[in-house]
């Protein structure tokens, strides 16, 4: 048995998976993203786990019809996007303000589409996922920043300073909640003035909660609209059981709109361009992964939180000089290497030619995130071995 099986047992996440022949991004991308194909790939936010077995067993059973006509969308998907909310999230979410969606970011251009025009500005708090920024100036929206204030070895919200920034061009305020970099998990009160500044400034909040479910470390995730009926009515919720479940190639996204005038507008986009349809597959993973994925998840969620006290410990232990923004949510780790004083062109050398480790360069971020990298962990920790050992071993390069 291998030494790191889990400690509660009912599933092996120490397993390596070889993941090399199966068109995986997050494997096959490495030659075209980092110059070179010799590298550990912790970068592209999937995991190097199997999913629960009653899904991955679904689709088997499911492919062996061998007929793949459209799909019929059932009452118990719905019902298992609404169980799922209100078991992990004390949310009461009904069939009507749900719609499938072809995405999470997708979701969000579709949103800013529907309630922005040209020229208008779009609020982002960054160092934040790259495609709040990305898909905003696509769409010829103005990008306004209003960065998080790292303090006290986590992040939180510059409040007073979004109060100050808003102007009538702003139209929405892009969030991810929880927060990714930094794993962040917004408590109640800085949603609730958050969710008041927006209100009474007229400024839509499109609420990214793609990675609630991996609260880690007893912290508890909080659906923006819950906070208030000033967020209930001024925000489009987006989510997904892809991270949490490992299936992000299957396309599973949803909105949750409980603004009845919002959801129409999002709908009739969404219906007039058929956005709103998935395949046979996306539907049974959602309802498969709701209804039979939770004791998975929490011993995925606890295999997680060891991968990060390891990484943290290893550093403290072997190289202080870079250090862990320890997240209360998700298998992203946001690591500070500004002590190294290395650009930020030298630091991405220094991991990719060094250590060669894929990691996302922190500045991809905003610049908020220059002096930083990601560091995915959602892989065996045997793998996590390898890498700090390689990262170790580089660093003795640097002097
Ligand atoms: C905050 C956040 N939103 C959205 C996504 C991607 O979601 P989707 O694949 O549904 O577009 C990710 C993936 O890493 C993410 O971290």
Known sequence: MCKYYSKMGNYNFDQIINRKNTDSLKFRALKERFGREDLIPLWVADMDFQSPQELVDAM??????????YPFVSKEYYQSISNWQWQQHQWKVSEEEISYLPGV???IAF??????DKGDQIIIQPPVYHPFRIITQLHEREVVINPLILEEDQYRMDLDGLEKLITNKC????????????????NREELKKLAEICYKNKVLVISDEIHSDLVLFGNKHIPFATVSKEAEQN???L??????FNIAGLVTSYSIIKNKNLRERYHKYLV??????GNIFAYMAIQIAYEK??????????YIEENIKFVDKYLKANFPRIKVVLPEASFLIWLDCRELKLSQKELNSFFINKARLALNDGAMFGKEGIGFMRMNVGCPRTTLEKALKQLMDATHSLF
């Open 60 to 69: 088997v059973e499911r492919s062996k019809n061998g007929i793949f006509g």
């Open 105 to 107: 970011v997708k979701g």
């Open 111 to 116: 949103a800013i589409d529907v309630f922005s």
């Open 171 to 186: 139209k929405i305020l892009l969030l991810s909640n929880p927060h990714n970099p930094g794993g962040r998990v917004w």
């Open 235 to 237: 925000s489009i919720i």
């Open 239 to 244: 989510s997904a059981p892809s991270k949490t």
């Open 272 to 277: 007039s361009n058929e956005l709103n349809q």
């Open 293 to 302: 994925g939770e004791d998975w998840m929490n011993e995925l969620k606890h």
